[in-house]
């Protein structure tokens, strides 16, 4: 019976942690993204293959019209974006460059796109600039030639959001686009755009960096602990933006430390404290369900040392001694009813179920089963 639910339990424990990634960055990413973006393909963390690609076509002199970028946000998709555009546009620290795929950094161009003051680049959120009134604008301004520049640059994030209408509208101009115009497309859901969109674009996938690759950044790069970067890791999720905002995160880490404190006290607690704790989780300043994500974390730890007797792989390997009591007194079919509620809770709050009443019969779930 244990090996048949270990078997069982781990791998889906292991597919529940893949809803980590924070589809809705914060307003404070930007300011981050600011400070840490890479400004050229060389300082580029992951995404070799799309690189690759895009120094190729620069190259070889085989740009395309239309990109088309896919992935979640934070994987580098504006990053990438703007790169992009300073490789069109670099004329060198001399002033008589070209088209690059080592763009100097330097020049006018490059510092005005890194500013965000470039003319010639154009960034569109699809989410609040959707209606075909406001696509077909845009489009006409995009039929006249650079005010400054070598080629105008239009990047349009989250182009699925856009209405049939605004579609139609942009359908025109990738069939006749003008010679000195580039479009970048971006998406984080491929399956809701238009094949006649896709299929008049260079598709270029973003996937997840690899855990190594993210935790070396932030160690290297960020100077983040070897502990905290392997826990924000742990969390991004291949996703680098998020690896960035959480290393960077003080309410992070005090979320953290509170939720792993009510974790290895919880079979301890009496209803009006779970209450209380449920009380105090919503005065923190980020998603909720970053919340259930510490908790999902926290049990996949328990369930893979309970399989594995081994804590070199652990995401809390600092409370191994917490670990391996928890995993001790559970059973592998209580710490799959903890997962099914952990699913259960974030659905219930994607439905607007109200958190407390969510929260404290996660709460008593994991009272019943651990």
């Not at 840490?36 to 120094?55: C, I, N, T, Y």
Request: charged content about 25%; glycine content about 4%.
């Amino acid at each position: 019976m244990t090996d048949r639910f270990a078997v069982k339990a781990v791998p889906k424990l292991a597919a529940s942690l893949h809803s980590f990634v924070r589809l809705d960055l914060p307003m404070s990413y930007q300011v981050l993204a600011r400070k840490w973006r890479p400004h050229d393909f060389e300082s580029m963390v992951g995404q070799e293959h799309v690189v690759a690609a895009l120094k190729h076509a620069l190259d070889e002199n085989r740009l395309h019209h239309a990109y088309l970028f896919t992935g979640t946000r934070g994987v580098g998709k504006t990053t990438l974006s703007r790169i992009l555009a300073k490789c069109l546009n670099c004329v060198g620290e001399d002033g008589k460059g070209g088209v690059t795929s080592h763009p100097c950094g330097k020049c006018e161009a490059c510092r005005a796109i890194d500013e965000g003051r470039f003319v010639d680049y154009i960034e569109i959120d699809a989410a609040s600039n959707r209606s075909v009134e406001e696509m077909t604008q845009l489009l006409e301004r995009a039929m006249y030639a650079p005010s400054n520049a070598r080629y105008k640059v239009y990047m349009i994030d989250e182009v699925h959001m856009l209405t049939t209408h605004a579609f139609n509208a942009m359908l025109k101009t990738l069939e006749e686009p003008p010679e000195y115009g580039v479009i970048i497309l971006m998406t984080s859901s491929l399956e809701a755009l238009l094949p006649t969109i896709q299929s008049r674009c260079v598709l270029l996938n973003m996937r997840p960096v690899r855990d190594e690759l993210v935790q070396k950044y932030l160690m290297e790069q960020l100077q983040v602990p070897d502990y905290r970067a392997k826990l924000c890791t742990a969390f991004a999720r291949g996703n680098i933006g998020q690896a960035k905002l959480l290393a960077s995160s003080e309410d992070f880490d005090r979320v953290r430390e509170e939720a792993v404190t009510l974790l290895k006290y919880i079979n301890e607690m009496e209803i009006t404290e779970l209450a209380a704790a449920v009380r105090k989780i919503t005065e923190y300043q980020l998603d909720m369900t970053d919340y259930l994500d510490i908790i999902s974390v926290w049990y996949r730890d328990v369930l893979m040392f309970k399989a594995m007797n081994d804590a070199n792989h652990l995401i809390f390997r600092e409370e191994i001694q917490y670990i391996k009591r928890v995993a001790d007194r559970s059973s592998y079919e209580g710490l799959e009813k903890i997962l099914d509620a952990l699913e259960k809770a974030k659905a219930r709050l994607r439905a607007n179920v109200s958190f407390e009443l969510t929260m404290e019969l996660l709460f008593l779930t994991i009272q019943e089963n651990t």
